[in-house]
């Protein structure tokens, strides 16, 4: 298989070497990474960068609802929003994606096909993940029928906590197999983990199994995405590309509103993972309310004075 | 008394554990306080304080890496073994200083009295010295004094039993190892302590003694780079202030006390064992 | 895709910077007799004010002041009273915090987020923290009543003004000493603004002096009679004049001296964390810390990863305008300082080390060094005994913990020391061995007032911070 690169080919030999390989990743200093966080945090982007950063901001987001009162007339005006976020300024780029509950993605993709906003799906009986492979497995091929372009994933947090890695394992390669081609997130779910070391090993337990990105939650648990724990994910694919010369993308989700903390998660990507990383192929936002905080505050930038919410359209 | 020639003692350093003559092959006549020969004591020389210094270094190793309890017993029986001798010292004392047989046997009694004060407190230090230091962040940080290493001590000129033990037992206490320049003139309870050192588990090295001049030895003392502190109590008053400056060299701590030797009987507080103990803070986070 | 962040400069009008700036003597702010200095701002070698310095005469009318002082008031005055004083100058100090910081920024070159976040926030706070002991000394463990030593002279270096002034008047105001104080020569401003802030904080005339000057009035300070206890922090070199001076005079002293301090990376570290940890120690603060973590000692098993990732960090790191927020490595405090960094690195170099510089941009005016890291250092280069204190990383290696200690205490200083593993059994061990005055396991340069900071060997002597602080300004 591709996914597991022949470095790492032994590692996943057997339930005993993911284990020890796992294990034998160096640990993480928790005040250590909280505190290099912060650091980060501190970075000051004004003017031309600011601005920059937002355009960048808005064309990783990931423009979500997950709701069980999702219908078809929110699902398409989500879409029309994500191919135009902003409708007086139609320089303004568009969003990654879409992403939706499977029953939604035929409506999404109808709605944004050939646009180049993709469609993602959230499959696995997300949010937990509490249901048989066979039923997962469905879930997804389910999805990628109905053209969803990206499947986001949730492992079985219960098996990782309970150190069954290699079912988790098999469970990503079976998943991404189903996906042929769209784009595997595999979400950690990290606020289930409760440490930075699981953070890390579940990284690249994913990393490992093929994922091609590595989501932090599904935005159901909390906490969702934090930046100390994004630094963690940052660094494992930094790590991964360093050990195998693959790229692979990290998807914080959850908790995101404000082109503050995009920015401040643009500084992590940028100073953490490198620059390669500025890239909607590689980082994504999942949020739904990021996107108007940024349009404001692209208002703001280019008219000098702050905004208002009624400036900017709600979906 | 029976006609009987008694066996006279040879007087000799205290150097590693074992009692050398001086590598120079020196004496110097000891007497009484009326002056009466008493002995013949060993001269060290600048070479024998050399040999002590490493000797030293080699017992701080072992004597700080002791548990404190381990130290503590040690050095109670050290006490044990002087109270064994009470007579012998008090001989010594008496004849050393000039006092009366009874004023001796007192001064011997505070002697051991003050080794045992010492002995428990080895194992108290950290306790009362040390600290849990509740800093702004998520850290532990705690702070544990430690032996400063090896002391040069310049034993009181006076108080040749008692004196000595008020400065030596402070360090021992603390885990550093000492060089002792003993009283000059009255060295011979020195070299009986020295004795009871041996045969007292004080691992070789961390007491050396020397008996010699002090104005000789002093000032190899206070230079030299592998000593870190530096007690001025018996330097002779002309010598106080020059020994400080060569202290500086290697910024040597230095335990500085009034040129009038004190009344050692006093009861003593802590300040000679801080005056040997450095704080060492350490600090981690704390994070799951 | 390249992300430049944009300049984010904060403004120098908050330093309320003055065209002069005049010594502090018996509350009242005086011209001084000596000749007066210039402070240069190393960033752009531009005169940031010129200031008034102290002449002998001036000393002898500060030590007269602070004696009268703590005669008169600050000695007899109840410690509860005094603590309020005290306090009210680590209040201040918060309130001013903004402008204080960046006038320490641009009079010693330091990053704004340092001076912001570190310097002036923990000036602060030992303030507050010693405030609180000045009722409490009876329980200090010092004896039921201990008394002040008398006036305290006190000579701090340039690489934290402000902090250093508060690490030394505030426990010796608390446990009711009076102070003279001698800032650096290149950084005296915000020891003066600290002056403005006692002075409004009403403290009584002579409890506070601050009078700016070269060495000699340092040396002028340290050896007037009226002076009863000296500390300083400084060099070794300068620490061993003042203990040879002060030899006889029967003065407390105190010293904090250099340092060439050991950081060791076991093969278990949490190598990020670790390679964060390394660059903290050596490049906070340009590396002018004596306490910097300029010996990396690294397992051999480790050393090619922990060096490619301490590569790839360090040239993330931004070097330029101290006042620009996203600055990490701002400028050299002075041209002589710059000149004694390129001299070692250039030794480095001659004794065979490798030398990896970051690419990063470095401005083309001011006093700049790029962090540099040397590769396959010995132990018997200068760059592995010297004390550099600029923002040079020197890497040796070790095979085991034994030979890890051995190599980190082989040093005639003993300041601090740095440990990485995630065993714990081993991190305790270490720190026991380590013959250091601070010992950090998987962090370093913290600093808190509760926290005892001072160190072994030539290193110096004495504490500042926490109970054991409190012993140098106290007659016992």
């Given amino acids: 298989m591709k996914t597991s690169t022949r470095e790492f080919a032994d590692v996943t030999r057997d339930e005993t070497s993911l284990r020890r390989f796992l294990h034998g990743l160096p640990g993480v200093d928790a005040v250590g990474v909280e505190q290099r966080s912060a650091g980060l945090g501190t970075r000051s982007i004004k003017k031309a960068s600011k601005m920059h950063a937002i355009d960048l901001a808005i064309s990783m987001v990931d423009l979500t609802t997950l709701e069980g009162a999702?219908?078809?007339?929110?699902?398409?005006?989500?879409?029309?929003?994500?191919?135009?976020?902003?409708?007086?300024?139609?320089?303004?780029?568009?969003?990654?994606?879409?992403?939706?509950?499977?029953?939604?993605?035929?409506?999404?993709?109808?709605?944004?096909?050939?646009?180049?906003?993709?469609?993602?799906?959230?499959?696995?009986?997300?949010?937990?993940?509490?249901?048989s492979l066979r039923i997962k497995i469905a879930d997804t091929e389910f999805a990628v029928e109905a053209g969803a372009t990206e499947i986001d994933m949730v492992i079985d947090r219960g098996a990782f906590l309970s150190g069954q890695y290699g079912r988790v394992f098999d469970e990503i390669r079976t998943i991404k197999a189903a996906c042929g081609n769209a784009r595997l997130k595999v979400i950690l779910e990290t606020g289930e983990l409760a440490t930075y070391d699981n953070v890390r090993r579940a990284s690249w337990l994913a990393l490992l199994a093929g994922g091609d990105f590595i989501k932090t939650s599904t935005g159901k648990v909390s906490p969702a995405a934090t930046l100390p724990v994004t630094h963690v994910m940052l660094q494992a694919v930094h790590d991964w590309h360093a050990a195998t010369g693959e790229p692979r993308g990290v998807k914080p989700a959850g908790g995101i509103r404000t082109t503050k903390d995009a920015i401040r998660y643009l500084v992590a990507v940028n100073e953490v993972a490198g620059p390669r990383w500025l890239d909607p192929r590689l980082f994504r936002f999942g949020a739904s309310s990021l996107l108007n905080d940024l349009l404001m505050q692209r208002r703001t930038q280019l008219e000098g004075h702050y905004s208002g919410p009624d400036y900017v359209t709600v979906d | 008394m029976s006609d009987r020639v008694t066996v006279a003692k040879t007087y000799k350093l205290y150097l590693g554990g074992a009692f050398p003559r001086s590598e120079s092959g020196r004496t110097y006549p000891?007497?009484?306080?009326?002056?009466?020969?008493?002995?013949?004591?060993?001269?060290?020389?600048?070479?024998?304080?050399?040999?002590?210094?490493?000797?030293?270094?080699?017992?701080f190793g072992k004597w700080s890496g002791a548990t404190a309890y381990n130290r503590g017993q040690v050095l109670y029986r050290v006490a044990e073994v002087l109270e064994g001798r009470r007579e012998q010292f008090a001989a010594e004392v008496a004849a050393s200083e000039g006092v009366p047989q009874k004023r001796a046997q007192s001064l011997v009694d505070t002697a051991i009295d003050r080794w045992v004060w010492y002995a428990g407190w080895t194992d108290k230090i950290a306790t009362v010295l040390g600290a849990a230091n509740p800093v702004a962040g998520p850290y532990f940080s705690f702070s544990v004094p430690e032996p400063t290493g090896v002391v040069g001590v310049l034993a009181p000129q006076r108080s040749s039993l008692l004196g000595l033990v008020s400065v030596l037992a402070p360090a021992l206490a603390a885990g550093c190892a000492a060089v002792v320049v003993t009283s000059q003139n009255r060295p011979l309870p020195a070299i009986t302590l020295?004795?009871?050192?041996?045969?007292?588990?004080?691992?070789?090295?961390?007491?050396?003694?020397l008996t010699g001049h002090t104005a000789e030895l002093a000032p190899w003392l206070a230079t030299h780079a592998d000593v870190n502190a530096l007690d001025l109590t018996?330097?002779?008053?002309?010598?106080?202030?020059?020994?400080?400056?060569?202290?500086?060299?290697?910024?040597?701590?230095?335990?500085?006390?009034?040129?009038?030797?004190?009344?050692?009987t006093a009861r003593p507080d802590i300040a000679r064992l801080r005056a040997v103990l450095e704080t060492k803070t350490v600090w981690h986070p704390m994070g799951a | 895709m390249t992300w430049e962040y944009a300049p984010a400069p904060e403004s120098r009008d908050i330093a309320n910077l003055k065209a002069n700036y005049r010594m502090f003597l018996d509350g009242e702010f005086v011209e001084g007799a000596g000749e007066p200095l210039k402070t240069v701002n190393p960033a752009t070698e531009e005169v940031l004010a010129e200031v008034s310095t102290a002449s002998p005469a001036d000393v002898d009318r500060a030590v007269k002041a602070a004696k009268r002082a703590q005669d008169r008031v600050w000695g007899r005055m109840p410690g509860a009273e005094r603590a309020k004083y005290i306090f009210r100058v680590a209040r201040m100090i918060a309130e001013r915090a903004r402008e204080l910081a960046v006038l320490e920024s641009l009079d010693n070159g330091k990053p704004i987020k340092e001076s912001r976040d570190t310097d002036v926030p923990t000036a602060a706070a030992h303030f507050f923290y010693h405030a609180g002991w000045a009722d409490k000394l009876d329980?200090?463990?010092?004896?039921?009543?201990?008394?002040?030593?008398?006036?305290?002279?006190?000579?701090?270096?340039?690489?934290?003004?402000?902090?250093?002034?508060?690490?030394?008047?505030?426990?010796?105001?608390?446990?009711?000493?009076?102070?003279?104080?001698?800032?650096?020569?290149?950084?005296?401003?915000t020891a003066l603004v600290l002056a403005e802030i006692i002075q409004q904080a009403e403290l009584p005339p002579g409890v506070v002096n601050i009078l700016p000057g070269a060495g000699d009035i340092g040396a002028e300070l340290v050896n007037h009679p009226g002076v009863n206890k000296v500390a300083f922090t400084g060099s070794t070199e300068v620490g061993k004049i003042i203990q040879r001076s002060l030899a006889g005079t029967g003065k407390k002293l105190t010293l904090e001296l250099g340092g060439k301090a050991a950081n060791i990376v076991f093969d278990d570290a949490p190598i990020d964390q670790a390679v964060e940890g390394i660059v903290n120690g050596i490049f906070f603060n340009q590396g002018h810390v004596c306490c910097a973590g300029s010996r990396l000692l690294v397992q051999e098993s480790v050393a090619e990863e922990v060096l490619d990732k301490l590569r790839k960090r360090v040239a993330t790191l931004r070097i330029g305008d101290p006042l620009d927020k996203n600055t990490d490595v701002g400028a050299i405090n002075s041209r002589e300082q710059l000149a004694k960094i390129q001299e070692l690195v250039a030794s480095g170099e001659d004794e065979g080390a490798v030398r990896w510089t970051s690419p990063c941009p470095v401005p083309d005016k001011g006093f700049f060094f790029a962090p540099t890291v040397f590769a396959n250092v010995s132990q018997a280069m200068r760059i592995a005994r010297e004390e550099i204190f600029g923002p040079v990383l020197s890497v040796l290696t070790f095979r085991t913990p034994d030979e890890a200690v051995a190599k980190a205490n082989n040093t005639p200083y003993g300041l601090s020391a740095g440990v990485w593993t995630e065993?714990?059994?081993?991190?305790?061990?270490?720190?026991?061995?380590?013959?250091a005055g601070v010992v950090w396991a998987n962090t370093f340069n913290r600093f808190d007032p509760t926290a005892p900071f001072g160190g072994y060997q030539e290193s110096g002597f004495g504490r500042e911070g926490g109970r054991a602080g409190l012993e140098a300004y106290l007659d016992v």
């Avoid at chain 3, 030593?149 to 009076?178: D, E, H, R, S, Y």
């Avoid at chain 3, 065993?423 to 013959?435: H, W």
């Fill in chain 1, 70 to 131: 999702d219908t078809p007339g929110k699902v398409r005006s989500l879409c029309a929003k994500a191919r135009r976020p902003d409708p007086d300024r139609p320089e303004v780029p568009k969003v990654a994606a879409v992403c939706v509950y499977p029953d939604m993605v035929e409506t999404a993709v109808a709605e944004v096909s050939g646009t180049g906003v993709g469609v993602a799906s959230v499959a696995t009986a997300f949010p937990s993940g509490r249901s």
């Fill in chain 2, 30 to 59: 000891v007497t009484d306080a009326r002056g009466k020969f008493l002995a013949n004591a060993a001269q060290a020389s600048r070479k024998d304080l050399r040999e002590a210094v490493g000797a030293a270094r080699k017992g």
């Fill in chain 2, 194 to 209: 020295s004795e009871v050192l041996a045969t007292s588990d004080v691992p070789a090295g961390v007491v050396n003694l």
């Fill in chain 2, 234 to 264: 018996g330097a002779p008053p002309e010598l106080r202030t020059d020994l400080e400056r060569a202290a500086a060299g290697t910024v040597k701590r230095v335990l500085r006390t009034p040129a009038e030797e004190p009344d050692w």
């Fill in chain 3, 139 to 189: 329980h200090a463990g010092f004896g039921p009543d201990p008394r002040p030593v008398g006036v305290a002279g006190q000579v701090i270096p340039w690489n934290f003004p402000l902090l250093m002034a508060a690490w030394k008047i505030a426990p010796a105001l608390a446990c009711g000493n009076t102070v003279v104080l001698k800032p650096a020569e290149t950084t005296p401003l």
């Fill in chain 3, 423 to 435: 065993k714990g059994s081993r991190i305790l061990l270490m720190a026991d061995r380590l013959r």
